[in-house]
Structure formats: structure tokens, C-alpha cells
């Protein structure tokens, strides 16, 4: 996983509440057995739609997802995460996650940041007003901006997810940083037991 700890990009208003991950990435696509070219089933039934927002020129190149309420419900597939990160994104913004959602996107490294439905609301404007608007999530002050409109918002993240992101670490990295306490703990284990 690659440490973040500045995200700066253009963002893409998805003005849609309870999107779930059948949405993200129709069950079709789960059958693959790579890890790989999830971006082209991301969102893929509604593409068809040309007034859908992803397939506008404005928003082309954004890597910040700004969605409504309850983004990442249903099933627990990691692909979804896998596809948004795939197609470009590097964090999504809404008032609320699903829990299940929320764990995968800690443990791949797509930052979930939970703001209030008004500053969602507010930051849907902005974008909408001017597509090449900057916003930057800043992940050792845990704050969303928009400098060029005067918005600066504050978001919580626990200090163990925060450090996930700020040293790049997903479960296996986590294990590892604890490689020499293992060792040592290892070695005091009696002979009788299985050793690798």
C-alpha cells in the first residue's frame, strides 16, 4: 500500500445516495482472476447512461469521488475498492459509509473521508461551478480544502487508520513492522511446539 499523506485533485459530484457495490462493480466482473482492469466495470450499467456523470468531459482525470449517503453498501467485495482505485480515484467523500466498504477501502488504500451532508452539498456546488476547482485532503491534519472557495473542513479518522494511510501500511506491512517482536517471541517458545 503507498503512503498518503497529501491527496490534491479535481473531484466528480456523484449525487447519488446508497450506492452499493453491485453498483461500483456489477457481479460480472468478480469472476476475473487478476487484480487488474477492474476500472472498465467500474460503474459500468450506468456508463450506458451519457448524461452520467463519469462520462462527462469536465470531470475526466478527477481522483476524488464525492458521493451522497451511504456510499459502499451491500456486499463486502473488495473489487469495488479495486475498481475506484483502478479508475483513478484516490479517496471518496460522503456523509456515511458502510462499515464493511469503509475496512476495505482502509486496507487498500482508498481514503474514506466522512463529511456532513450540507459541506457534501457544498463542495457538489463548487465542482459543478468549476470542475478544475483543486481540493486536497490532508491526512496528518485530517482536513478537506478547497482554498479557491474558502473551504477548509475538519474530518475524523481514528489514529490507527490516520497512521495506516500516513505510512503506507496494509495488514501484511502492519505484521511486519512487528517483525523483530515476533522474532523474539518465537524464540521463547518451547521446543515441542511446531516451529517454521
Not at 498518503?4 to 449525487?15: D, E, Q
Not at 457495490?21 to 450506468?46: C, H, M, N, Y
Not at 452520467?52 to 478527477?62: I, Q, T
Amino acid at each position: 500500500m503507498k503512503a498518503v499523506s497529501i491527496i490534491t485533485g479535481r473531484g466528480v459530484p456523484l449525487k447519488r445516495s446508497d450506492v452499493d457495490t453491485d453498483q461500483i462493480i456489477p457481479a460480472e466482473w468478480l469472476k476475473r482472476v487478476e487484480r487488474t482492469g477492474f476500472e472498465k466495470g467500474l460503474f459500468s450499467t450506468w456508463r450506458d447512461d451519457r448524461n452520467f456523470v463519469l462520462n462527462d468531459e469536465r470531470y475526466a482525470g478527477a481522483s476524488i469521488l464525492i458521493a451522497g449517503p451511504s456510499f459502499g453498501v451491500g456486499s463486502s467485495r473488495e473489487h469495488a475498492v479495486w475498481a475506484l482505485q483502478q479508475g483513478g480515484f484516490d479517496a471518496v467523500i460522503a456523509p456515511s459509509f458502510s462499515d464493511i466498504f469503509r475496512n476495505n477501502c482502509t486496507k487498500n488504500g482508498l481514503v474514506p473521508v466522512v463529511l456532513s451532508e450540507p459541506t457534501v452539498s457544498a463542495l457538489w456546488a463548487v465542482i459543478e461551478n468549476d470542475p478544475t476547482v483543486e481540493i486536497t485532503i490532508d491526512m496528518s491534519r485530517l482536513t478537506v480544502e478547497i482554498p479557491a472557495a474558502g473551504i477548509t473542513e475538519s474530518f475524523v479518522m481514528d489514529a490507527q487508520t490516520q497512521e495506516r494511510f500516513i505510512k503506507g501500511l496494509d495488514d501484511i506491512g502492519i505484521t511486519l513492522s512487528k517483525a523483530d517482536e515476533i522474532t523474539r517471541f518465537e524464540a521463547t517458545r518451547p521446543a515441542w511446539l511446531a516451529r517454521r
